[in-house]
């Protein structure tokens, strides 16, 4: 059984830094693509970041140069370092794992899914 379990939420003040953490397990992590989405109340959700299997991240504009993704294979986690916070990152934080590819257009058609982390920055 696969699970994606995700940690590190929590809430901070502008300009905080927080590191989301998503820990798999049940499947072979490094052959999976991961994704960090979000979802803010009322609003869809919303591909943040991405890395391949073989490392190459790609961001939304919004978080470019605040937000970092990574992957250690060896502990079977992916993570998003994220600086600099704003309230308008306020949203439940979900962790994406897909064997083809995670894109904007692809996330009704995502693998797997974590149950998700709040992260509230406040102002």
Not at 24 to 29: D, K, M, P
Not at 92 to 110: Q, T
Request: glycine residues 14%; contains cysteine.
């Amino acid at each position: 059984q696969v699970q994606l379990a995700e940690s590190g939420g929590g809430l901070v003040q502008a300009g905080d830094s927080l590191r989301l953490s998503c820990a798999a397990s049940g499947l072979t992590f490094g052959r999976y693509h991961m994704g960090w989405c979000r979802q803010a109340p009322g609003k869809q959700r919303e591909l943040v970041a991405t890395i391949t299997s073989g490392g190459m991240t790609k961001y939304v504009d919004s978080v470019k140069g605040r937000f970092t993704i990574s992957r250690d294979n060896a502990k079977n986690t992916v993570y998003l370092q994220m600086n600099s916070l704003k309230p308008e990152d306020t949203a439940v934080y979900y962790c994406a794992a897909d064997s083809w590819g995670i894109g904007p257009s692809r996330l009704g058609s995502v693998d797997y899914w974590g149950q998700g982390t709040q992260v509230t920055v406040s102002s």
